[in-house]
């Protein structure tokens, strides 16, 4: 019995709340929904507000700026992208030059595209093919720099880096630089100087840049490693 009572309340309940609403509305009771201001009326209301206050000096009206001119004055920070537009402008169509370095030791082909070693070999060292061996593989290149930035990475290897020298001795005992320069627009300039030795194999590396700002840095590379020049034990 007490079951029955207890179905029947809930029944009740929930049939007040379905005819709630109706109630509401028969009474009145339901909310007027605000009408939203059509775009004239808005428009209307945003040219009134803009009229000057009589009495008050033209002088003192201040115009707000549009985006594009706010946009338009603040200073543009170069991204990668930028970054790498800008260099790609300055390598414009040049015919790269092969310096040649010689020592008693060693013999090494510098290019002034990307300022890498494109050659180099050891003279007292004969490979599989009892060839002078060639460290350096086809398409490989030594001493690549890359600019790196906190969002990407842009590759020098096409820059024209100039240099003075067409070629270049040293004997043994000796030591010699060579140096290789690229001249970036915006003042930016980059150098490598390169120091050959006459008694030993190997290069010293001295890269010197500026221009470029405290979040860029420059990063050596060599592409493709080394080739192979030993057969397997």
Known sequence: MEDKRTLLAFLAIGLIFLLLPYYNEWMGLNPTPLEEPTLEEAQQAQDKSA???????????????????????EPISPTPQ????????????????????RTPLQELILSTEGGVITSCKLLKYNG?????VELIPQDGMGLGVYLQQANGRVDLSSIEFYSSQSNLRVEAGEE??????AELDGGRRLEKVVTFYGDRYGVDLELRYEGFDDDTEAILAWGNGIAFTESEP
């Open 82 to 101: 930028r970054l790498t537009r800008e260099i790609s402008e300055v390598a414009t169509s040049f015919t790269p030059i092969e310096i040649l370095v």
């Open 51 to 73: 009229e000057p206050v009589e009495g008050q000096p033209l002088q003192e009206l201040k115009q707000t700026p549009k985006l594009g001119q706010q946009l338009q004055r």
């Open 176 to 181: 010699r630089s060579l140096s290789l320069v």
């Open 128 to 132: 599989l093919d009892q060839d002078i």
